[in-house]
């Protein structure tokens, strides 16, 4: 299933960039950024709410029992959702669409790096020569 939820999800990162740098005429990026937010935090209480998982009894117990530590990494990671959005935006705005997607998509190479050295993930000869094909078609495109 996480291969389908996966294949969804660039599916709509594209239709987001396509529908974003329409939707950028006329409106700072920035203003754009936070209509967007409020879209989707309204979608996501929505979602909480449609799943009955603000009733659920292990939910309210796992959210007042939450440590420090996931409570400040669960921040830290929507403040850098948060920078992502606003920088992709405003690329967006000013650039083409089809070298502001690539150049986001580096973002598969800073992760697999950053997996390793942080989660200690292993990196095998696939995943390197991946990741080095990756940052090529990115140069390519980019520099065309």
Not at 19 to 45: E, P
Not at 111 to 123: K, R, S, W
Request: proline share 0%; no cysteine.
């Amino acid at each position: 299933m996480e291969i389908i939820f996966a294949l969804l999800s660039s599916v709509f990162a594209s239709l987001t960039a396509i529908l974003i740098k329409i939707g950028l005429a006329g409106i700072n990026s920035n203003l754009a950024t936070a209509i967007r937010t409020i879209i989707i935090l309204i979608m996501s209480w929505i979602i909480v709410f449609y799943t009955n998982s603000i009733h659920s009894v292990n939910t309210l117990e796992t959210i007042k029992n939450l440590s420090l530590k996931t409570i400040i990494f669960i921040v830290l990671s929507g403040f850098a959702t948060g920078l992502s959005w606003l920088f992709y935006f405003k690329a967006l705005q000013i650039g083409n669409v089809n070298k502001v997607v690539v150049i986001d998509k580096l973002s598969i190479v800073f992760t697999i790096i950053l997996a390793a050295v942080f989660l200690n993930e292993t990196l095998n000869i696939k995943i390197i020569i991946g990741v080095l094909l990756i940052a090529a078609g990115t140069l390519i495109i980019t520099f065309q």
